[in-house]
């Protein structure tokens, strides 16, 4: 009896130390297998900031938080009402739609000097309606980046192949420059466009009739440019008046554009909307 207490007493301390090397070989293991199930931050564009981050933190000047901080809020915008379009005859220009609704329009033109690489996240984050008149040529060579701007709720619309003058211009040459530019969108984006904005806002009969064959509903032109983070008014108003169009160009500081744009619109108790919304 006394001799067989030890030998339990020994079995038990056995026992214990096995189970001790056992659970510090599973716990690593089993804590990889947890950590590699979780997604990555990154991977989700509502990803939280580091633990490391400090909540109180402002963010640095610049920054897409910086820009994303600055932009004001907006009631939301009307339940849209398309404006009224000929069913026969030209096809409309407008530089500013004919609505009594309490909104602005944001258009970006042409795609091939300068494509500021925080915009499509900028206009996600902040829920900017734009409406993007690009050249074919310079979409076909940056469609990624357009194609960014189109998923965070960006329209591509026509702005001809090679933005010359088409003021004067045959017909066929209109309608090839139009056309020609619809049709590589239309493969681009999955869209055909239905808006078109002659370059440098240049344009004759020739250009409208052009434009309605190759499938526009109505032809834009501008009530204010906004220009390195500036706006600048086209009427004696200095203000931005209910279905104003506000023109911009893919630019270096189209970022500051778009910010400019946004307060310019908040400070006349406007809301921004999409021009598709209206013309359909």
Not at 31 to 45: I, M
Not at 82 to 105: M, N
């Amino acid at each position: 009896m006394s001799s067989a207490l030890p030998r339990r007493i020994a079995a038990v301390v056995t026992l214990l130390a096995l189970l001790v090397l056992s659970a510090c070989a599973a716990g690593p293991a089993s804590h990889a297998r947890q950590v590699a199930a979780q997604p990555s931050p990154s991977a989700s564009p509502s990803a939280s900031p580091s633990p490391s981050a400090s909540p109180t933190a402002r963010p640095t000047p610049g920054s897409l938080d910086w820009y994303v901080s600055q932009a004001p809020t907006f009631p939301e915008a009307p339940p849209p009402q398309p404006v009224p379009l000929p069913v026969t005859g030209p096809i409309p220009f407008w530089h500013r739609l004919p609505t009594d609704q309490k909104v602005a329009f944001i258009t970006i033109d042409d795609g091939g000097l300068a494509r500021p690489p925080a915009v499509a996240d900028f206009i996600w984050r902040a829920h900017i309606p734009v409406t993007m008149f690009l050249n074919s040529p310079a979409a076909e060579e940056h469609d990624e980046y357009f194609r960014q701007i189109q998923v965070a709720g960006g329209v591509v619309e026509n702005h001809t192949i090679r933005h010359n003058s088409l003021a004067g211009r045959s017909y066929d040459y209109q309608k090839q420059e139009i056309c020609g530019a619809a049709d590589k969108l239309e493969t681009l984006f999955g869209k055909r466009a239905t808006l078109f904005r002659p370059p440098f806002g240049e344009y004759d009969s020739t250009t409208l009739e052009a434009a309605r064959d190759c499938g526009a509903k109505a032809v834009l032109h501008w009530s204010e440019t906004v220009h390195e983070g500036k706006v600048r008014y086209q009427t004696p108003e200095k203000v931005v008046q209910p279905g104003d169009v506000l023109l911009m160009h893919f630019r270096p500081a189209l970022m500051d554009d778009l910010l400019a744009a946004l307060k310019a619109i908040h400070r006349a108790g406007l809301t921004p909307a999409l021009l598709e919304d209206y013309i359909r």
